[in-house]
């Protein structure tokens, strides 16, 4: 769950930008259907199994637009789903939960797949010591929702974004002229506090890294047989991160290697939305 400050410095801002999005001038068909307030009420249901995430971001749209909006929820953000259960049931003015609808959907399915899909990588590695990290691969403006539900999901994240660590990767190496060089470099500009993670591709730059004193060496797209005799090589002299086009079909066969982490775009950049609707939205009756 987001506190209250990183909601209103981090959160806040961008839902703004997509409420605004989504309505320039108003919502032309919830005002044609509902000229007038009326208060009604409508369902929060899901169409598939899997796990929820974002439901205090749902709530936050609807209340942007009129903090007289009240959500009910049936379900915590983690818990397991199934096709047809009623997460939430929302009330307040019909002409906001039209014009807020989508938005409020988007994130939720959105931060719903991810924490799925995480959950259901996490669970491969499930009796080993591994940590499975998330990588900077997001879509713009989203990395703070995307990363919360790689959390929920059962994930790590990695750094947040580049002022958060220092990751020395092939194009670094090459500005600087080496990985000895490069580590140097780092050592000597980065505040004492960091860690330093260089990326290498082959035995010859493990040995570098290690000799440069990296603290965590990623293996980066290297075969089975490369990472055991980098792991062996490496002997406990820096923790090691696996990296490179890792899904949830290939990720078993790295648990057995000895490695520290296993890092995978694919958990922000390639999970499918969980299917999540608002239906059955009528107007609530005042009482006489």
């Known amino acids: 769950m987001f506190d209250p400050v990183t909601m209103k410095l981090n959160v806040d801002p961008l839902l703004l930008s997509a409420l605004k999005e989504d309505i320039t001038s ?30 205090q971001v749902f709530e936050r749209v609807f209340t942007l637009l009129d903090d007289h909006v009240s959500v009910e929820f049936f379900a915590n953000d983690g818990d ?69 539900a790689v959390r929920t999901g059962g994930g790590c994240n990695h750094r947040y974004n580049l002022s958060d660590g220092v990751l020395l990767k092939d194009n670094h190496i090459g500005a600087a002229g080496s990985v000895q060089k490069a580590v140097q470099m780092a050592k000597e ?14 035995l010859c730059m493990v040995k570098e890294a290690v000799l440069a004193g990296a603290d965590i060496i990623m293996l980066d797209n290297m075969t089975h047989a490369q990472i055991k005799e980098a792991v062996a090589y490496i002997a406990g ?40 609707s608002l239906k059955n939205l009528h107007v609530i009756e005042q009482d006489a």
């Not at 039209?98 to 931060?111: D, F, H, K, P, W």
């Not at 290939?250 to 890092?263: R, Y």
């Open 189 to 202: 500009y980065a505040p004492f506090v960091r860690k330093i993670e260089v990326e290498v591709e082959d």
């Open 80 to 148: 397991a789903v199934s096709n047809g259960q009623f997460v939430a049931k929302i009330r307040g003015d019909i002409r906001t939960l039209l014009c807020g609808e989508r938005t409020a959907l988007n994130y939720l399915q959105r931060m719903s797949g991810i924490a799925t899909y995480t959950h259901s990588v996490a669970s491969l590695l499930k009796g080993t010591n591994i940590k499975l990290l998330d990588t900077r691969k997001t879509s713009p403006n989203n990395r703070i929702f995307e990363k919360y």
């Open 237 to 276: 002299r820096a923790q090691v991160e696996v990296s490179g086009n890792v899904t949830k079909e290939n990720i078993a066969a790295l648990s057995d290697l000895g490695v520290d982490f296993i890092s995978s775009g694919a958990l922000t950049h390639s999970a499918p939305i969980l299917d999540l």
């Open 26 to 55: 108003g919502d032309v068909s919830a005002n044609s259907v509902m000229p007038d307030a009326k208060n009604g009420e409508a369902d929060l249901l899901c169409k598939q199994d899997g796990i929820i995430c974002g439901l």
